[in-house]
């Protein structure tokens, strides 16, 4: 049974995917479950979880917290974070009894200070947009930071097109409730890993769409020049 545990949808600055579209292209790939993750907004999962029956899916309630130091992931959770700062984002997802998934930790930084690390849950083993901004192993590193703290594994494809889901998934086999994926994330390590990476070209679209839902007419240029350039590269992909 495979488990995308980090997509974005229309909800987040960067995304225009519709609930509806997600949960209907992850049902086609085969996928028996998800967590929509989106930006600073509660709204997507709520959605999300009141059409999970039709689809005959698994849905956890999720988002994504930009912090002082970085980004957080809650899973399993009953109501939208409202705090910004990392230690009460992580008090609110306890509070709800969440799980603290730290995502992409090294995407845009070099190290996780101890503080952090002392008050996850979960690490992103493998993130599908991982290394869409550099090569810099961040996936890699994920995992040995995982093995070295002993901390349980997820995956996701941090999708923010429909064509990425599925791209980053994890197996978790024989669960049929929001609880028993709750509990075998936290206790079983043998949790096998799906991995298929995208590219930069997907990762300055979502930054077109941003800067476009969010009038930053900055972000918005600066992503188009960053697009015209990546189409004349020989090794153009999605």
């Known amino acids: 049974m495979l488990f995308d545990l980090h997509i974005h949808s229309k909800y987040s600055y960067d995304s225009v995917s519709k609930v509806d579209d997600i949960l209907k292209v992850a049902k086609e790939r085969g996928l028996s479950g998800i967590a929509i993750t989106d930006?600073?907004?509660?709204?997507?999962?709520?959605?999300?979880?009141?059409k999970a029956k039709y689809?005959?899916?698994?849905?956890?309630p999720g988002m994504e917290i930009a912090t002082e130091y970085g980004d957080v992931i809650g899973l399993f959770l009953q109501e939208k974070i409202a705090s910004r700062a990392y230690l009460d984002v992580v008090r609110e997802i306890k509070e709800q009894n969440g799980i603290v998934v730290l995502p992409h930790p090294f995407k845009r930084t070099k190290n996780i200070i101890n503080m952090v690390l002392q008050n996850i849950d979960l690490v992103e083993a493998f993130n599908a947009r991982g290394e869409s901004i550099g090569n810099n192993h961040c996936n890699r590193r994920a995992y040995d930071l995982a093995v070295k703290m002993n901390l349980p594994m997820t995956a996701g494809s941090d999708a923010h097109f429909l064509f990425e889901i599925g791209r980053g998934c994890i197996s978790i086999e024989n669960v049929s409730s929001i609880e028993?994926?709750?509990?075998?994330?936290l206790n079983d390590n043998r949790n096998k890993i799906l991995r298929h990476p995208s590219s930069l070209q997907v990762e300055v679209l979502s930054q077109i769409i941003k800067g476009y839902k969010t009038k930053n007419i900055k972000i918005f240029k600066s992503a188009l020049m960053e697009f015209a350039r990546a189409l004349k590269w020989d090794n153009y992909k999605i």
Do not use: K, N, T, Y
């Open 180 to 185: 028993q994926i709750r509990e075998r994330l």
């Open 55 to 60: 689809w005959e899916l698994l849905v956890i």
């Open 39 to 50: 930006h600073e907004s509660f709204d997507g999962s709520l959605e999300a979880c009141a």
